[in-house]
């Protein structure tokens, strides 16, 4: 029988049986590979009131099933999708990905993370050879870090914990900071866009001290807690008068799926934008498949055998890695 993780009360992680349904029109089903780890999100659903939760953020599942109306899909094939912790993925069929040639499925789960700050990418009046400032690097910030120097930004990375800089640096980001260069004259005023993955309130404050006018301070990072005592009139003060355009980072922005330009639904107001989320996953597949993002030893594998157990060495920081992938496989052969 499969089974699943489930959040079954405040910090209360279990590995449960489930029943598989049989598949609707458009699904396709297969089993488990790896499952990616988002790990503030999760620890934040785990800290809510609403339970059960089915937590998960990204699979890469192999085809077992097709329903009969499904075209383009093959029993056999490694798919990406947005799944669950679960030993089996279902989906509708448009709703997941083939997996480009040579791509490690582990490695293939990350797309979900970088698909975060695709939508930036996306929406940012920032143009290449502008300086782009992250700020915060966890798995986010250091995926976003790189899709920005990819696309060609001058790119500086700020935390304050030494050992994630020196991951970002190992992995070819040389300029990394323990905060931001308020007082450099090659920053201050010259920065176009300021990616905030921290969901610091004062890292907000200061990207808008340190932007040039007109500049944009994006939030990436959710504001699961209050760390500061800032004043809404500082933030204010500094967007206002720095002229800077201050606004959520929601992924959820673009369409989920692009859709094709018709005038009559773009009469009727539809967005009919040529770049979506899954364009974004799409391209952030073929990115790892290239190796764009050097990631070796940044990946930890576990086996999904004890939830409590390895959700609390994430709550205290026991990983060192900042990417962790539940490898369903090895569970079903009892590893």
């Not at 967007?239 to 989920?256: D, M």
Request: glycine share 10%; aromatic share 8%.
């Amino acid at each position: 029988m499969p089974n699943e993780i489930v959040i079954a009360a405040k910090q209360a992680f279990e590995l449960v049986s489930y029943d598989d349904l049989p598949l609707k029109p458009g699904e396709v089903r297969g089993r488990t590979l790896y499952t990616l780890v988002s790990q503030g999100t999760e620890l934040g659903w785990a800290n809510g009131d609403a339970f059960p939760i089915r937590p998960g953020y990204a699979a890469v599942f192999r085809v077992d099933e097709v329903a009969g109306d499904v075209v383009g899909t093959r029993p056999g094939e490694l798919r990406f999708a947005m799944g669950a912790h679960r030993s089996t993925q279902t989906h509708l069929a448009r709703y997941t990905l083939p997996l480009p040639a040579g791509l490690e499925p582990a490695t293939a789960t990350l797309a979900r993370l970088m698909g975060v700050s695709m939508t930036t990418l996306m929406t940012t009046k920032a143009r290449p050879g502008d300086r782009v400032v992250i700020s915060g690097a966890g798995p986010v910030g250091f995926l976003a870090a790189h899709l920005f120097k990819i696309g060609g930004y001058r790119v500086t990375v700020i935390d304050p914990d030494e050992l994630r800089r020196a991951q970002l640096e190992q992995s070819g980001l040389s300029d990394c900071r323990e905060r931001l260069p308020l007082e450099d004259d090659a920053f201050a005023g010259q920065v176009a866009l300021v990616v905030d993955c921290s969901g610091h309130e004062n890292a907000v404050l200061e990207g808008c001290r340190l932007v040039r006018r007109l500049g944009e301070v994006v939030m990436v990072g959710v504001p699961w807690r209050k760390w500061t005592d800032a004043s809404a009139h500082e933030l204010m003060n500094a967007v206002f008068f720095n002229l800077a355009t201050l606004r959520s980072g929601w992924e959820w922005e673009i369409p989920i799926q692009s859709r094709g330009f018709e005038w009559e639904e773009l009469l009727e107001g539809y967005n009919n934008a040529p770049h979506s989320v899954f364009s974004g996953f799409s391209l952030a597949l073929d990115w790892l498949a290239q190796s764009r993002i050097p990631l070796e030893g940044l990946i930890r594998r576990f086996v999904p055998n004890n939830p409590s157990a390895l959700y609390s060495d994430i709550a205290a920081r026991r990983i060192e890695e900042p990417f962790i992938v539940l490898d369903w496989a090895c569970l079903g052969e009892g590893k």
